[in-house]
Protein backbone atom coordinates (compact mmCIF):
# COMPACT_ATOMS: atom_id res chain seq x y z
CA UNK A 1 0.00 0.00 0.00
CA UNK A 2 2.70 2.44 0.86
CA UNK A 3 4.67 1.87 -2.46
CA UNK A 4 1.51 2.64 -4.26
CA UNK A 5 0.67 5.86 -2.31
CA UNK A 6 3.84 7.42 -2.98
CA UNK A 7 3.53 7.59 -6.84
CA UNK A 8 0.36 8.65 -6.34
CA UNK A 9 1.06 11.40 -3.62
CA UNK A 10 4.15 12.91 -6.33
CA UNK A 11 1.90 12.85 -9.27
CA UNK A 12 -0.42 15.03 -7.34
CA UNK A 13 2.39 18.19 -6.68
CA UNK A 14 3.31 17.85 -10.09
CA UNK A 15 -0.35 18.11 -10.65
CA UNK A 16 -0.71 21.13 -8.39
CA UNK A 17 2.56 22.44 -9.64
CA UNK A 18 1.58 21.85 -13.38
CA UNK A 19 -2.01 23.43 -12.75
CA UNK A 20 0.02 26.69 -10.63
CA UNK A 21 2.38 27.81 -13.37
CA UNK A 22 -0.56 27.30 -16.30
CA UNK A 23 -3.04 29.77 -14.48
CA UNK A 24 -0.27 31.70 -13.53
CA UNK A 25 1.07 32.08 -17.61
CA UNK A 26 -2.21 32.58 -18.35
CA UNK A 27 -3.14 35.24 -15.88
CA UNK A 28 0.41 37.24 -16.94
CA UNK A 29 -0.70 36.57 -20.65
CA UNK A 30 -4.13 38.91 -19.27
CA UNK A 31 -2.67 41.24 -17.47
CA UNK A 32 -0.50 42.14 -20.60
CA UNK A 33 -3.28 42.20 -23.05
CA UNK A 34 -4.38 44.89 -20.50
CA UNK A 35 -7.98 42.38 -19.84
CA UNK A 36 -7.26 43.53 -15.83
CA UNK A 37 -10.72 42.20 -15.29
CA UNK A 38 -9.85 38.96 -15.76
CA UNK A 39 -6.50 38.99 -15.03
CA UNK A 40 -7.63 40.10 -11.36
CA UNK A 41 -9.21 36.59 -10.94
CA UNK A 42 -6.95 34.32 -12.44
CA UNK A 43 -4.33 35.56 -9.75
CA UNK A 44 -6.67 34.96 -7.31
CA UNK A 45 -6.83 31.32 -8.50
CA UNK A 46 -3.04 31.46 -8.46
CA UNK A 47 -3.09 32.17 -5.09
CA UNK A 48 -5.43 29.31 -4.15
CA UNK A 49 -2.63 27.18 -5.57
CA UNK A 50 0.07 28.62 -3.95
CA UNK A 51 1.79 27.59 -0.73
CA UNK A 52 4.46 29.98 -1.21
CA UNK A 53 4.04 33.36 0.92
CA UNK A 54 6.99 35.26 -0.96
CA UNK A 55 4.97 33.71 -4.04
CA UNK A 56 1.97 34.75 -2.84
CA UNK A 57 2.89 38.29 -1.96
CA UNK A 58 4.14 39.34 -5.99
CA UNK A 59 0.62 37.97 -6.52
CA UNK A 60 -1.11 40.30 -4.22
CA UNK A 61 0.77 42.98 -5.44
CA UNK A 62 0.14 42.22 -9.53
CA UNK A 63 -3.73 42.08 -8.98
CA UNK A 64 -3.67 45.07 -6.99
CA UNK A 65 -2.28 46.95 -9.93
CA UNK A 66 -4.94 45.17 -12.11
CA UNK A 67 -7.37 47.00 -9.44
CA UNK A 68 -5.59 50.05 -10.36
CA UNK A 69 -5.97 49.77 -13.76
CA UNK A 70 -9.67 49.67 -13.37
CA UNK A 71 -9.36 52.75 -10.90
CA UNK A 72 -10.75 50.48 -8.55
CA UNK A 73 -8.48 51.86 -5.27
CA UNK A 74 -10.38 50.78 -3.00
CA UNK A 75 -9.98 47.14 -4.27
CA UNK A 76 -6.42 48.03 -4.76
CA UNK A 77 -5.41 48.88 -1.30
CA UNK A 78 -7.95 45.50 0.24
CA UNK A 79 -4.91 43.27 -1.79
CA UNK A 80 -1.74 45.71 -0.76
CA UNK A 81 -2.74 45.12 2.73
CA UNK A 82 -2.98 41.21 2.43
CA UNK A 83 0.36 41.27 1.63
CA UNK A 84 2.65 39.94 4.47
CA UNK A 85 5.42 43.33 4.37
CA UNK A 86 8.02 41.14 6.90
CA UNK A 87 8.65 38.65 4.08
CA UNK A 88 9.46 41.64 1.21
CA UNK A 89 12.60 42.91 0.39
CA UNK A 90 13.66 46.27 0.79
CA UNK A 91 12.70 47.38 -2.99
CA UNK A 92 9.38 45.32 -2.69
CA UNK A 93 8.20 47.03 0.71
CA UNK A 94 9.46 50.49 -0.82
CA UNK A 95 7.07 49.17 -3.85
CA UNK A 96 4.21 48.29 -1.47
CA UNK A 97 4.47 51.68 0.36
CA UNK A 98 4.88 53.64 -2.29
CA UNK A 99 1.37 51.94 -3.78
CA UNK A 100 -0.60 52.03 -1.29
CA UNK A 101 0.38 56.05 -0.88
CA UNK A 102 -0.24 56.66 -4.37
CA UNK A 103 -3.62 54.83 -4.81
CA UNK A 104 -4.79 56.79 -1.68
CA UNK A 105 -3.34 60.49 -3.31
CA UNK A 106 -5.58 58.94 -5.92
CA UNK A 107 -8.45 58.47 -4.48
CA UNK A 108 -7.85 61.99 -2.47
CA UNK A 109 -7.10 60.58 1.05
CA UNK A 110 -4.02 62.70 1.65
CA UNK A 111 -3.82 62.34 5.15
CA UNK A 112 -3.93 58.59 5.21
CA UNK A 113 -1.82 58.63 1.86
CA UNK A 114 0.65 61.07 3.89
CA UNK A 115 1.08 58.62 6.58
CA UNK A 116 1.65 55.24 4.08
CA UNK A 117 4.73 58.10 3.07
CA UNK A 118 6.07 57.80 6.61
CA UNK A 119 5.62 54.25 6.64
CA UNK A 120 7.69 54.30 3.40
CA UNK A 121 10.27 56.50 4.78
CA UNK A 122 10.84 55.08 8.04
CA UNK A 123 10.59 50.78 6.87
CA UNK A 124 12.69 51.76 3.63
CA UNK A 125 16.49 51.77 4.18
CA UNK A 126 17.68 51.92 1.32
CA UNK A 127 18.35 55.87 0.50
CA UNK A 128 18.66 55.35 -3.00
CA UNK A 129 15.19 54.81 -3.39
CA UNK A 130 14.15 58.20 -1.46
CA UNK A 131 14.36 60.34 -4.98
CA UNK A 132 11.52 58.27 -7.06
CA UNK A 133 9.06 59.16 -4.03
CA UNK A 134 10.00 62.44 -3.57
CA UNK A 135 7.63 63.64 -6.82
CA UNK A 136 4.50 62.06 -4.94
CA UNK A 137 5.48 63.19 -1.21
CA UNK A 138 5.64 67.01 -2.69
CA UNK A 139 2.29 66.89 -4.31
CA UNK A 140 0.96 65.26 -1.19
CA UNK A 141 2.05 68.13 0.80
CA UNK A 142 0.64 70.67 -1.58
CA UNK A 143 -2.99 68.57 -1.28
CA UNK A 144 -2.62 68.83 2.64
CA UNK A 145 -1.61 72.63 1.89
CA UNK A 146 1.89 72.01 3.96
CA UNK A 147 3.94 74.45 0.73
CA UNK A 148 6.85 75.07 3.67
CA UNK A 149 7.04 70.88 3.98
CA UNK A 150 6.83 71.00 -0.06
CA UNK A 151 9.35 73.40 -0.34
CA UNK A 152 12.04 71.70 1.81
CA UNK A 153 11.57 68.42 0.10
CA UNK A 154 11.59 70.42 -3.58
CA UNK A 155 15.17 71.47 -2.44
CA UNK A 156 15.99 67.93 -1.64
CA UNK A 157 14.67 67.14 -4.85
CA UNK A 158 17.03 69.37 -6.39
CA UNK A 159 20.18 68.50 -4.67
CA UNK A 160 19.55 64.89 -5.32
CA UNK A 161 18.66 65.71 -8.95
CA UNK A 162 21.73 68.10 -9.08
CA UNK A 163 20.27 70.97 -10.72
CA UNK A 164 20.56 74.71 -9.86
CA UNK A 165 17.86 76.07 -7.61
CA UNK A 166 14.95 76.59 -9.36
CA UNK A 167 14.12 80.36 -6.73
CA UNK A 168 10.79 81.07 -9.15
CA UNK A 169 9.51 77.32 -8.22
CA UNK A 170 10.44 78.23 -4.67
CA UNK A 171 9.13 81.25 -4.27
CA UNK A 172 5.68 79.85 -5.85
CA UNK A 173 5.99 76.78 -3.28
CA UNK A 174 6.73 78.96 0.24
CA UNK A 175 4.23 82.10 -0.71
CA UNK A 176 1.44 81.12 -2.40
CA UNK A 177 -0.87 83.52 -3.95
CA UNK A 178 -3.53 82.66 -2.21
CA UNK A 179 -6.73 84.78 -1.19
CA UNK A 180 -7.92 85.51 2.40
CA UNK A 181 -10.98 84.14 3.00
CA UNK A 182 -11.70 86.03 6.48
CA UNK A 183 -10.71 89.03 5.19
CA UNK A 184 -13.04 88.72 1.53
CA UNK A 185 -15.92 88.50 4.13
CA UNK A 186 -14.78 91.20 6.35
CA UNK A 187 -14.02 93.64 2.61
CA UNK A 188 -18.24 92.72 1.97
CA UNK A 189 -19.01 93.27 5.23
CA UNK A 190 -17.73 97.15 5.01
CA UNK A 191 -18.93 97.35 1.29
CA UNK A 192 -21.30 94.55 -0.34
CA UNK A 193 -19.55 93.62 -3.16
CA UNK A 194 -16.05 94.86 -2.30
CA UNK A 195 -14.77 91.17 -1.25
CA UNK A 196 -16.02 89.85 -4.52
CA UNK A 197 -14.04 91.94 -6.38
CA UNK A 198 -11.15 91.40 -3.78
CA UNK A 199 -11.22 87.51 -5.31
CA UNK A 200 -11.17 88.93 -8.84
CA UNK A 201 -15.64 88.46 -9.18
CA UNK A 202 -15.95 91.78 -10.97
CA UNK A 203 -19.75 91.00 -12.00
CA UNK A 204 -20.41 89.46 -9.39
CA UNK A 205 -19.87 92.26 -6.94
CA UNK A 206 -21.18 94.78 -9.25
CA UNK A 207 -24.64 92.80 -8.44
CA UNK A 208 -24.41 92.33 -4.85
CA UNK A 209 -24.05 96.69 -4.74
CA UNK A 210 -26.67 96.90 -6.85
CA UNK A 211 -29.19 94.98 -5.41
CA UNK A 212 -28.24 95.13 -1.36
CA UNK A 213 -27.76 98.90 -2.42
CA UNK A 214 -31.32 98.79 -4.12
CA UNK A 215 -33.02 96.96 -1.56
CA UNK A 216 -32.07 99.82 0.89
CA UNK A 217 -33.15 102.59 -0.93
CA UNK A 218 -36.54 100.98 -1.88
CA UNK A 219 -36.28 100.53 2.23
CA UNK A 220 -35.36 104.43 2.70
CA UNK A 221 -37.78 105.95 0.54
CA UNK A 222 -40.68 103.72 1.48
CA UNK A 223 -40.14 104.87 5.28
CA UNK A 224 -39.69 108.85 3.58
CA UNK A 225 -43.07 108.16 2.14
CA UNK A 226 -44.41 106.45 5.27
CA UNK A 227 -44.86 103.37 3.45
CA UNK A 228 -43.44 101.42 6.24
CA UNK A 229 -44.79 98.12 6.28
CA UNK A 230 -43.19 98.27 2.63
CA UNK A 231 -40.07 99.56 4.12
CA UNK A 232 -39.62 96.78 6.89
CA UNK A 233 -41.15 93.32 4.91
CA UNK A 234 -39.87 94.37 1.53
CA UNK A 235 -36.87 97.09 1.27
CA UNK A 236 -35.13 95.94 5.09
CA UNK A 237 -35.68 92.10 4.58
CA UNK A 238 -34.76 92.24 1.00
CA UNK A 239 -31.17 94.35 1.77
CA UNK A 240 -30.74 91.74 4.99
CA UNK A 241 -31.13 88.82 3.08
CA UNK A 242 -28.35 90.46 -0.28
CA UNK A 243 -26.24 91.97 2.47
CA UNK A 244 -26.19 87.95 4.60
CA UNK A 245 -25.78 86.22 1.27
CA UNK A 246 -23.06 88.45 -0.40
CA UNK A 247 -20.47 87.32 2.80
CA UNK A 248 -21.33 83.95 2.45
CA UNK A 249 -20.83 83.78 -1.17
CA UNK A 250 -17.49 86.19 -1.08
CA UNK A 251 -15.95 83.33 1.37
CA UNK A 252 -17.16 80.97 -1.41
CA UNK A 253 -15.53 83.43 -4.13
CA UNK A 254 -12.22 83.10 -2.16
CA UNK A 255 -12.61 79.20 -1.87
CA UNK A 256 -12.66 79.06 -5.62
CA UNK A 257 -10.22 81.36 -6.12
CA UNK A 258 -8.35 79.44 -3.87
CA UNK A 259 -8.89 76.17 -5.45
CA UNK A 260 -8.16 77.19 -8.74
CA UNK A 261 -4.29 78.79 -8.10
CA UNK A 262 -3.69 75.63 -6.02
CA UNK A 263 -4.60 73.40 -9.03
CA UNK A 264 -2.66 75.55 -11.57
CA UNK A 265 0.39 75.14 -8.89
CA UNK A 266 0.16 71.36 -8.37
CA UNK A 267 -0.05 71.18 -12.38
CA UNK A 268 2.88 73.38 -12.39
CA UNK A 269 4.62 71.38 -9.92
CA UNK A 270 3.83 68.04 -11.57
CA UNK A 271 5.45 69.33 -14.83
CA UNK A 272 8.27 70.40 -12.92
CA UNK A 273 9.34 67.10 -11.67
CA UNK A 274 7.99 65.24 -14.41
CA UNK A 275 10.76 67.01 -16.70
CA UNK A 276 13.65 66.27 -14.42
CA UNK A 277 13.13 63.16 -12.91
CA UNK A 278 15.05 60.56 -14.34
Same mark, same amino acid.
Request: hydrophobic share 40%.
Given at each position: ??L ?13 T?S ?7 A %? *? ?5 S??? #??V???? &???? /? +??P ?5 L??K ?10 Y ?12 QL ?5 RY ?9 L???K ?16 R ?12 I?I ?18 KM????? %? *?A ?7 ? #? ?5 K &???? /? +? ?7 A?T ?6 T ?10 A??I????G?Y???AV ?6 C???Y ?10 A?N ?6 N???A ?11
Amino acid at each position: MKLQSIPAYLCAIFLVTDSFSQTLKYA %D *SLFRASSFKH #AAVYYEK &ALYE /S +ANPSVNNQLLFKKAICYKQQLDYKAELENLHRIQIQLCSDSFRYACYYEKSLSLYLSKNYSAAAQEMLNLNFFVRDSTLRLKNLYLEILIDCQMDLYEEAAVNMILFMKMEKLSP %D *SAMLLKLKHP #AFKNIQK &ARLM /S +AFLPGLGQAYTGQYKDATFSFLLTGGAAAYGIVSVIGQYYFSAVFTGATFCYRFYAGGLKYSQKCALNYNEQKKNALIADISDYLSLHLK
